[in-house]
């Protein structure tokens, strides 16, 4: 194999006697470089994910993106790495065709177009579509968010951190809390992957919007209600965050946003 790389190591903090006196030296360094790109290349093609079709006590949807919102990374597959940004709510979305019918205390999921197979939490929100307004073009601004799941880190017995759901190629499930009021709701599915968290604005968020209608439900008043953006901060603790510091502990890490509603 070539060594064409080996320019590139000219600017670096290497003396030129070594340079000259070492080839072997440079060639070595050169194609571990191109070894890492490749390896690094590979890893991001397959880590990036959307969650096009929402699955309900296990029935999807017909077709990807008919009730769930296509997201504008459909093509890229990026997350977001700006929790303040607009696109944490929906991810500038292009409203769907349909509605999902959802009865209350419901399991659903999602299904991911990849693996998901960074470490990190799954959340699920509701915001209720307010009265006048339908499911198919709301927008869900405002403090209208309610989280109804959230999940925590486990740690194995090769002291390995662990998380629910993490490389499946679907999200977790959660339940639609009994006491949801009927009517017409955003749901928000998220998956925060926390592999380059300690570095501010280095979290990836992935995330869909689904329209559903709730039926069944209950007399419930869901809360603490939030707005996205809003809710999360670049310095949350759960999204700054070095995840090696939480293996002696992994319950305390506190994923973002407000708690859990359960009915
Ligand atoms: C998740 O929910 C589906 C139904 O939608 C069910 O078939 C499956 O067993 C559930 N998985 C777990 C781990 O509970």
Not at 16 to 39: E, F, I, R
Not at 174 to 203: C, F, S
Request: hydrophobic share 30%; with cysteine; glycine share 8%.
């Amino acid at each position: 194999m070539g060594c064409n790389a080996g320019s590139n190591y000219k600017n670096r903090d290497i003396s030129p006697v070594m340079h000259q006196a070492s080839s072997n030296w440079y060639c070595h360094h050169c194609n571990m470089k191109l070894l890492t790109g490749l390896l690094l290349a590979a890893a991001t093609a397959q880590a990036h994910y959307t969650f096009p079709r929402l699955v309900v006590n296990g029935k999807a949807e017909e077709k990807d993106w008919s009730v769930t919102r296509r997201t504008k990374n459909d093509n890229t597959k990026q997350g977001i790495e700006n929790p303040t940004v607009g696109d944490i709510r929906c991810y500038s979305s292009s409203n769907a065709a349909n509605i999902a019918e959802v009865p209350a205390g419901a399991t659903i999921h999602y299904i991911s177009t990849q693996q998901v197979n960074h470490p990190g939490p799954t959340q699920y929100y509701l915001a209720k579509v307010p009265a006048g307004q339908s499911a198919k073009t709301w927008d869900g601004s405002g403090a209208v968010w309610f989280k109804i799941h959230t999940t925590k880190p486990a740690v194995d017995k090769n002291k390995q951190m662990t998380w629910p759901g993490q490389n499946e190629y679907k999200t977790v499930n959660a339940t639609i809390p009994k006491a949801t009021p009927d009517g017409e709701y955003l749901l928000r599915v998220e998956h925060i992957a926390l592999h380059m968290a300690m570095q501010a604005n280095k979290a990836q968020f992935y995330l869909s919007c689904s329209q559903v209608k709730i039926t069944g439900g209950g007399n419930g008043t869901p809360g603490p209600l939030v707005s996205l953006p809003g809710a999360y901060k670049s310095s949350d603790p759960g999204i700054l965050v070095d995840l090696n510091k939480y293996l002696s502990a992994p319950d305390t890490y506190q994923p973002p946003g407000p708690a859990v509603w359960s009915g």
